[in-house]
């Protein structure tokens, strides 16, 4: 257990309405990791982070945005959701080599 | 550019049956390369991964994996299936900058039978 938590686990929004992930590690990893997961697609990179306030764009972050003022926290925004933004979405965070993953959130956006 | 492919979206086993699940990668530089599990409504766990050092890998849960540069594979064995190993089965490769990120083949389900 890398003690990563996501909130919330599930949403429901509608198309056009803005929207906050959450992710929360209590060890103090310094890159973090926004991916999107979707049928016949593995799981895309979305945006990461290297630091507080260091954030770059991963291969399919049009429409998202991301925020890191803390260690232990690091955020993902919609900031106009669309129906194609329906996914899981899975927070990582990286020990060495290896990178460790939250439990999820659900988003549906009708 | 690096790239995870994994032959087979779906494979059914039978109970006792060699689980093979397929990966094969591309990369211009050495690979990090790993395997995750995910179970249904779950996140990812990590199964094993291959950082140069041996080039078979044993990992939780019974499995293993062997790294074949000449044939650019990585696939995921195990010797005898149990009904608690259905779920997806996820390759991946580390991309060469320092970023760290992870490059995802498109995931096998595997399905076993009684």
């Known amino acids: 257990d890398a003690g990563i938590t996501q909130s919330p686990r599930h949403k429901v929004t509608e198309t056009g309405t803005p929207v906050t992930l959450r992710c929360h590690q209590t060890?103090?990893?310094?890159?973090m990791y926004w991916y999107r997961q979707d049928p016949g697609h593995g799981l895309r990179l979305i945006h990461y982070s290297y630091g507080v306030k260091d954030t770059d764009k991963g291969e399919v972050s049009d429409g998202y945005s991301v925020s890191r003022s803390k260690t232990e926290d690091f955020l993902l925004t919609l900031e106009s959701a669309t129906s194609s933004q329906t996914s899981v979405y899975f927070c990582?965070?990286?020990?060495?080599?290896?990178?460790?993953f939250g439990p999820g959130t659900r988003l549906l956006v009708l | 550019a690096q790239s995870v492919t994994q032959l087979g979206s779906h494979v059914s086993v039978s109970e006792g049956a060699l689980v093979l699940l397929r990966c094969n990668y591309s990369?211009?530089?050495?690979?990090?390369l790993f395997w995750y599990v995910q179970y249904p409504n779950q996140g990812l766990q990590l199964l094993l991964k291959?950082?140069?050092?041996?080039?078979l890998v044993k990992g939780i849960n019974g499995f293993e994996a062997e790294f074949k540069k000449s044939e650019t594979s990585f696939h995921l064995t195990k010797p005898s299936a149990h009904m608690s190993d259905a779920a997806e089965y996820f390759c991946a490769t580390r991309g060469s900058s320092n970023t760290g990120k992870l490059i995802f083949g498109q995931g096998t389900t595997l399905q076993v039978k009684p």
């Open positions: 990582a965070i990286r020990d060495s080599e290896t990178q460790y």
């Open positions: 060890e103090n990893h310094r890159y």
């Open positions: 990369s211009s530089v050495p690979p990090y």
């Open positions: 291959y950082t140069s050092a041996a080039t």
